[in-house]
Protein backbone atom coordinates (compact mmCIF):
# COMPACT_ATOMS: atom_id res chain seq x y z
CA UNK A 1 0.00 0.00 0.00
CA UNK A 2 1.49 3.40 -0.69
CA UNK A 3 0.92 4.64 2.95
CA UNK A 4 2.56 1.89 4.21
CA UNK A 5 6.21 2.90 5.12
CA UNK A 6 8.48 0.05 3.76
CA UNK A 7 10.85 -3.03 5.87
CA UNK A 8 14.16 -3.62 4.84
CA UNK A 9 14.99 -6.31 6.76
CA UNK A 10 12.46 -8.87 9.43
CA UNK A 11 13.48 -11.61 11.98
CA UNK A 12 12.09 -12.88 14.39
CA UNK A 13 12.55 -15.60 17.09
CA UNK A 14 10.74 -16.87 20.17
CA UNK A 15 12.02 -13.96 22.29
CA UNK A 16 12.57 -11.04 20.47
CA UNK A 17 11.88 -9.15 16.54
CA UNK A 18 14.18 -6.89 14.80
CA UNK A 19 12.77 -4.71 12.13
CA UNK A 20 15.06 -2.44 9.92
CA UNK A 21 13.37 0.48 7.82
CA UNK A 22 15.21 3.20 5.54
CA UNK A 23 16.30 6.38 7.71
CA UNK A 24 14.18 9.56 6.81
CA UNK A 25 15.76 12.85 6.70
CA UNK A 26 12.52 14.85 6.84
CA UNK A 27 11.35 12.19 10.10
CA UNK A 28 7.84 11.67 11.83
CA UNK A 29 4.60 13.67 11.58
CA UNK A 30 5.64 14.30 15.57
CA UNK A 31 9.10 15.74 14.53
CA UNK A 32 6.92 17.94 12.12
CA UNK A 33 4.59 19.21 14.68
CA UNK A 34 7.37 19.81 17.64
CA UNK A 35 9.98 21.57 14.50
CA UNK A 36 12.62 18.57 15.69
CA UNK A 37 15.58 16.99 13.85
CA UNK A 38 15.21 13.17 13.40
CA UNK A 39 18.75 12.44 14.94
CA UNK A 40 18.10 14.77 18.26
CA UNK A 41 17.99 13.34 20.92
CA UNK A 42 14.35 12.42 22.57
CA UNK A 43 14.25 14.88 25.24
CA UNK A 44 15.87 17.61 23.33
CA UNK A 45 13.30 17.11 20.68
CA UNK A 46 9.85 17.00 22.44
CA UNK A 47 10.15 18.33 26.06
CA UNK A 48 10.21 22.18 24.69
CA UNK A 49 6.22 22.87 24.20
CA UNK A 50 7.18 26.64 22.69
CA UNK A 51 8.51 24.55 19.99
CA UNK A 52 5.33 23.27 19.14
CA UNK A 53 3.89 24.32 15.60
CA UNK A 54 0.44 23.39 14.40
CA UNK A 55 -0.31 22.30 11.05
CA UNK A 56 -1.81 24.09 8.03
CA UNK A 57 -5.48 22.76 7.05
CA UNK A 58 -4.09 22.07 3.27
CA UNK A 59 -1.51 19.87 5.36
CA UNK A 60 -4.26 18.20 7.87
CA UNK A 61 -6.61 17.84 4.83
CA UNK A 62 -3.97 15.79 3.00
CA UNK A 63 -2.32 13.58 5.76
CA UNK A 64 -5.99 12.96 7.28
CA UNK A 65 -7.00 11.71 4.22
CA UNK A 66 -4.09 9.57 3.88
CA UNK A 67 -4.17 8.24 7.26
CA UNK A 68 -8.02 7.63 6.90
CA UNK A 69 -7.19 5.51 3.77
CA UNK A 70 -4.40 3.36 4.87
CA UNK A 71 -7.00 2.67 8.07
CA UNK A 72 -9.74 1.74 5.86
CA UNK A 73 -7.59 -0.74 3.76
CA UNK A 74 -6.11 -2.66 6.73
CA UNK A 75 -9.61 -2.46 8.24
CA UNK A 76 -10.60 -4.46 4.95
CA UNK A 77 -8.12 -6.74 5.30
CA UNK A 78 -8.95 -7.33 9.12
CA UNK A 79 -5.34 -6.56 10.01
CA UNK A 80 -5.58 -4.80 13.12
CA UNK A 81 -3.88 -1.51 14.01
CA UNK A 82 -3.85 -0.05 17.71
CA UNK A 83 -0.71 2.05 17.27
CA UNK A 84 -2.05 5.40 15.73
CA UNK A 85 -0.11 8.27 17.26
CA UNK A 86 2.18 11.09 15.19
CA UNK A 87 5.08 9.54 15.84
CA UNK A 88 4.16 6.38 14.00
CA UNK A 89 3.47 8.60 10.68
CA UNK A 90 6.35 8.66 8.93
CA UNK A 91 6.72 11.53 6.15
CA UNK A 92 8.38 10.57 3.01
CA UNK A 93 7.80 14.08 1.15
CA UNK A 94 3.91 15.25 0.76
CA UNK A 95 3.39 11.59 1.87
CA UNK A 96 2.26 9.80 5.06
CA UNK A 97 3.51 6.14 5.94
CA UNK A 98 2.11 4.26 9.11
CA UNK A 99 5.00 2.67 10.87
CA UNK A 100 4.63 -0.43 13.63
CA UNK A 101 2.00 -2.55 11.58
CA UNK A 102 4.07 -5.38 13.06
CA UNK A 103 3.63 -4.58 16.33
CA UNK A 104 0.00 -6.50 17.13
CA UNK A 105 1.68 -9.43 15.40
CA UNK A 106 4.15 -9.57 17.93
CA UNK A 107 1.73 -9.29 20.60
CA UNK A 108 2.66 -5.69 21.54
CA UNK A 109 -0.55 -3.86 24.05
CA UNK A 110 -2.14 -1.11 22.00
CA UNK A 111 -1.42 2.52 22.37
CA UNK A 112 -4.33 3.35 23.51
CA UNK A 113 -5.30 0.51 25.59
CA UNK A 114 -4.69 2.20 29.30
CA UNK A 115 -7.52 4.92 28.06
CA UNK A 116 -9.39 1.86 27.21
CA UNK A 117 -8.91 -0.52 29.99
CA UNK A 118 -10.65 1.97 32.49
CA UNK A 119 -13.78 1.86 31.68
CA UNK A 120 -15.81 -1.42 32.13
CA UNK A 121 -18.05 -1.20 28.64
CA UNK A 122 -17.31 0.67 25.53
CA UNK A 123 -20.40 0.60 23.27
Known sequence: HPYIYKITFATANES???IIRPFSE???LKDLIY???PK???LKKYCNPKKIQGLELQQIKTYGRQIL???KFLHEKGFPYGH???ANVMLDGDTCKLLDLENSLLGLP???RSYFSQFRKIN
Open 16 to 18: SAL
Open 26 to 28: KGT
Open 35 to 37: KAK
Open 40 to 42: DPF
Open 69 to 71: EVL
Open 84 to 86: LHS
Open 110 to 112: SFY
